[in-house]
């Protein structure tokens, strides 16, 4: 069975080992996002923490709401409060650009028949007393969670993810996409883009931008679904 954890394990350097801090988190917690928060990102307001900003996630029960900043000093970590999400969500999507905050799709809860249908933003460049989340017009597709997207020239790119279907006998099982969405944000708006070669559901988000281009690394495209109890750690 699936164990969720509260450790927290630090990594100072890129050649050095791994040790488990002191601090833990809130609460055990997966399944959600995580940007870096850079000292040197000058759009950020001043007083915003800088390390890493956890958004949402859950556990074996519920999904929450929770947005968080891990700081480390002095070996420990501390935890900085942001304003919470509009409503639970885990196995979302999104992009830090600019010192703002997008967030697409995912799921309220883990008892959900269908993805969140959101596309939500926070400015971290304002003060603090006009920092909340905003709801923005969602893409013209399927909801979805578990989707990859990316940012390029002020454009949001959002691929592929899973949508979630009833079966007959009322069991969900999941519609693996391999579409593709750009929300231009400069003008609001959406359009459709080329898909990719097939689904890259769960894949490491947000995307890597290379100059003008999105590196899209593996994810699950859904082929070995149905084999997942007998593959277990393999699949």
């Given at each position: 069975?699936?164990?969720?954890?509260?450790?927290?394990?630090?990594?100072?350097?890129?050649d050095g080992k791994w040790r488990r801090s002191p601090s833990k988190l809130p609460?055990?917690?997966a399944y959600g996002l995580s940007?870096?928060?850079?000292?040197?990102?000058e759009a950020l307001a001043d007083d915003v923490p800088r390390g890493v900003l956890c958004l949402g996630g859950g556990d074996s029960q519920e999904h929450v709401s929770d947005c968080f900043v891990?700081?480390?000093?002095k070996k420990r970590v501390s935890i900085s409060k942001l304003p919470s999400l509009p409503a639970p969500l885990a196995n979302g999507t999104g992009v830090?650009?600019?010192g703002t905050i997008y967030l697409l799709g995912g799921l309220h809860s883990p008892a959900d028949e269908r993805p969140a249908n959101v596309f939500w933003k926070?400015?971290?460049?304002v003060p603090a007393n006009d920092r909340d989340w905003v709801a923005l017009k969602t893409w013209p597709g399927a909801p979805r969670m578990l989707a990859v997207a990316g940012v390029i020239n002020q454009t949001i790119c959002l691929f592929s993810g899973t949508d979630l279907l009833k079966n007959e006998d009322g069991t969900l099982r999941r519609h693996y996409l391999n579409d593709g969405f750009a929300y231009n944000l400069q003008k609001g708006q959406w359009r459709k883009t080329a898909a990719l070669p097939k689904p890259a559901v769960a894949a490491p988000t947000p995307a890597i931008t290379t100059k003008?281009?999105?590196?899209v690394i593996s994810g699950d495209h859904g082929e070995l679904a149905s084999q997942t109890e007998i593959l277990k750690d393999d699949h």
């Open positions: 069975g699936k164990v969720w954890y509260d450790s927290i394990f630090v990594l100072d350097t890129p609460r055990p917690l940007f870096n928060l850079s000292e040197n990102d891990l700081t480390l000093s830090l650009h600019q926070l400015d971290l460049t003008d281009s999105l590196l």
